[in-house]
């Protein structure tokens, strides 16, 4: 199974959208019939709190659970990740991410703005840059179930995103994944 330990998207567009806030883009001008600035503020604080969460506990409770690989989730997004820990895997495995945990909102409001022509994140995609993010780690079923649960009850948070099946090393996202709306207050 593939486990991940923070939201999966949402931080390039939270501090995206503070930004145009503060500035008054061109951008904010589309932005700002579809969200409000209390949610963008909203959503600015849970980014920030997820980009300054270590990932201290998820890494020894990777050692307690015997996780089979991990990378951090950055620049390339879930899946952009997702890909390059399939290519290096010794046995010819896919990765299928039917979970994507965003920012509470955001899923919704990319579509909107995708349809407002405005910019593209790929939130959806799972190609969204994050800065800082979480953990993506490869565990079996069995043991991805107990270290959801051990995060959990330390506080932090990690949901089963995907399953590891038989294949060609590489990633993808089912058709319509199930979206987590993540909040951090």
């Known amino acids: 199974a593939e486990v991940s330990t923070q939201s999966t998207g949402g931080t390039q567009v939270a501090v995206n959208l503070h930004q145009w806030m503060q500035l008054g883009t061109p951008s904010w001008e589309v932005a700002k019939n579809l969200i409000s600035s209390a949610d963008i503020i909203a959503r600015y604080n849970d ?26 989730v950055t620049g390339f997004g879930i899946l952009g990740h997702s890909r390059n820990l399939a290519e290096f895997q010794t046995a010819d495995v896919d990765f299928t991410i039917h979970t994507l945990p965003i920012l509470a909102g955001f899923a919704e409001l990319c579509k909107q703005l995708i349809a407002k022509g405005a910019r593209n994140f790929k939130l959806l995609d799972g190609l969204s840059s994050e800065t800082s993010g979480g ?44 979206i987590v709306e993540v909040t951090y207050s």
């Open 135 to 178: 953990l993506l780690i490869c565990l079996s079923a069995e043991d991805a179930n107990r270290y959801v649960a051990d995060m959990r009850a330390e506080g932090g948070k990690a949901w089963i995103i995907g399953d590891v099946e038989p294949g060609n090393k590489t990633s993808r996202i089912v058709e319509n994944p199930e």
């Open 47 to 72: 980014a920030t709190v997820s980009m300054t969460t270590l990932n201290l506990h998820a890494a020894k409770l990777m050692h307690k659970h015997h996780a089979h690989a991990a990378t951090d």
